[in-house]
């Protein structure tokens, strides 16, 4: 019986005539078997169910659909539109968390196997529409209220893929087009015809203002003087450097309702720049700074440049230094250092790589006896059906197989969760559990073809191109396989999406899992079913 995954693509379609709420949803999907290939030319019996509340909540509306995949494994349906097993589409409540399960059955299948349950975070504005503005107006103008009535403006107008704010008709130039004010309803900045002026303290000056300035505090109406100003011949930063004691110059600090001195973060002077960050022992990640390229994408971790972070300095190109470099501690080429490769007993070699203290495997275990020779009973792993795709993601193991013997090679071992704690500390520093955004980019290997085009991440879920692998770690989204307890069967989830590592069972029975979707690092407790998942050894110390 074949193993299958899914990737979802959610389109929306629009809203089919003024207050009218369509009661569908399209909805693509690409079909694959555990090993990445496509099931392509083949008929398929999809089923639906929404939950709500929670992944095991109740189906309030549960639909069927028989559709034929393409040759590129897509398969196409509208959700409302299939045939109705229980519930109604309508009475779906999409103001309560929604959760959408869905199953399939291939033609040689008797039954419908669950694919996984999925939370839908983005409910579709059209069904969540009661009620709304209704005016008539032009393409792109926007509506206010008078205090009686929805009104059509083009003073804010959408226009392409620009934003406009206009004047009115015989608009004052003396006036702002629009203003920022302060809770005191001071204006802090001012937009006029001719130029944007930022304000300290309320000046009395009239006339549109050129430029952008921010100049010192006056209670006079004569011009103050400017520190900072952009104009379009010159940008300039001035400092007093004539008066005895500190020099002036440049700073940025933080807000503060206190009369203390406050926190300053930058600082420029004639004799030297100083960049300062939060280094206390508060929560989450720590302050830092960094310089990176403009971005249009979503991910977490932009392309930086350069970083410097508490406990790092990253340059992510050639430095060059035309002078002396002087360094007091180690020079390291990089987090991981390459290390002998590892042959286990059937052959096998893979790579290796020191991390800190300690050597972890640089790729999945795909063995298939324990240290001693003895073979594996094969009802406890799972091997892919193509040797490329187990040279990428290695075998799957059961709980069972991992505990009967030491599947690693003599010398290595499972990790256990303090071998894993050890090197998420090294990668992520202490308080990695609120900052492992970070233990994903440096761990995890970045979308690339691995080997015969076979990649290591799913681009329909996420290209993970975010990654740095600075560790030499390598983690891959081999994903999960699942054993059938009634029919002894396998099928896979979430290929290409996660990345699943054993930790060493003692008592609770726990894995590691690197998130591409939220591009994190978690340890959790199997709740349930019989899952296998892929081995990394660790070095015996």
Not at 3 to 30: E, N, R, T
Not at 192 to 199: A, D
């Amino acid at each position: 019986m074949k193993s299958i995954k899914l990737f979802v693509a959610l389109l929306l379609i629009s809203v089919m005539g003024m207050g009218q709420v369509p009661q569908k949803i399209a909805y693509q999907a690409v079909l694959r078997n555990a090993d990445g290939t496509v099931i392509a030319d083949e008929n398929v019996d999809l089923k639906i169910n929404f939950r709500v509340a929670s992944l095991n909540g109740n189906v309030v509306y549960a639909e069927t659909h028989n559709v034929d995949v393409n040759k590129q494994g897509i398969v196409s349906i509208i959700l409302g539109d299939g045939n109705p097993v229980s519930g109604s589409f309508v009475d779906i409540p999409w103001d309560s968390e929604v959760f959408i399960e869905i199953l399939v059955k291939t033609q040689n299948q008797n039954d419908f196997i669950s694919l996984g349950t999925s939370q839908l975070v983005s409910v579709p504005y059209a069904l969540m529409a009661k009620n709304g503005v209704s005016t008539i107006g032009q393409p792109g103008q926007t509506t206010y209220s008078n205090g009686d009535t929805w009104i059509a403006s083009s003073r804010i107008s959408v226009s392409d893929s620009s934003v406009n704010i206009a004047p009115g008709a015989n608009h004052d130039p003396e006036k702002p087009i629009f203003t920022v004010t302060n809770s005191q309803g001071q204006v802090v900045m001012a937009v006029y015809e001719s130029g944007v002026r930022f304000y300290v303290e309320e000046e009395g000056a009239k006339g549109a203002k050129g430029g952008f300035a921010v100049g010192g505090l006056s209670t006079t109406k004569a011009s103050p003087d400017y520190y900072f100003s952009v104009n379009p011949s010159n940008t300039s930063i001035y400092f007093n450097n004539s008066v005895k004691g500190a020099k002036g110059g440049f700073a940025v600090g933080g807000l503060s309702t206190t009369k203390s001195d406050t926190a300053i973060y930058l600082t420029v002077k004639p004799e030297e720049t100083n960049v300062f960050f939060e280094n206390s022992n508060i929560k989450g990640a720590k302050g830092g700074f960094a310089v990176g390229g403009l971005s249009t994408g979503k991910s977490l971790l932009p392309g930086y440049y350069f970083q410097v972070l508490p406990d790092s300095t990253y340059v992510a190109n050639t430095m060059v230094s035309y002078g002396n470099m002087m360094v007091a501690g180690d020079v390291l080429t990089s987090v991981g250092v390459a290390d002998a490769p590892l042959t286990d007993v059937d052959g096998n070699t893979y790579k290796t790589v020191k991390i800190g203290q300690q050597v972890w495997m640089a790729e999945n275990l795909r063995t298939s006896s324990y240290f001693d020779g003895t073979p594996i009973d094969p009802a406890t792993y799972y091997k892919l059906t193509k040797p490329d795709s187990t040279i990428v993601f290695g075998h799957m193991y059961l709980v069972s197989a991992i505990s009967a013997k030491n599947v690693c090679p003599t010398g290595w071992h499972v990790p256990t969760i303090e071998d894993w704690s050890a090197l998420f500390t090294f990668v992520g520093g202490p308080e990695y559990v609120t900052n492992s955004a970070v233990l994903f980019k440096k761990l995890s290997e970045p979308y690339k073809d691995v080997l015969n085009g076979i990649y290591n991440w799913d681009p329909v879920s996420d290209p993970v191109t975010y990654a740095t692998n600075e560790t030499g770690f390598s983690a891959r989204g081999a994903g999960v396989i699942i054993r059938s307890a009634a029919t002894s069967s396998w099928y896979g989830q979430e290929v290409g999406m996660n990345a699943y590592f054993w930790v060493n069972p003692s008592g609770q029975t726990s894995y590691v899992v690197f998130s591409s979707s939220l591009g994190s690092v978690q340890v959790q407790n199997v709740s349930s079913g019989d899952p296998a998942y892929p081995v990394r050894c660790v070095k015996d110390n």
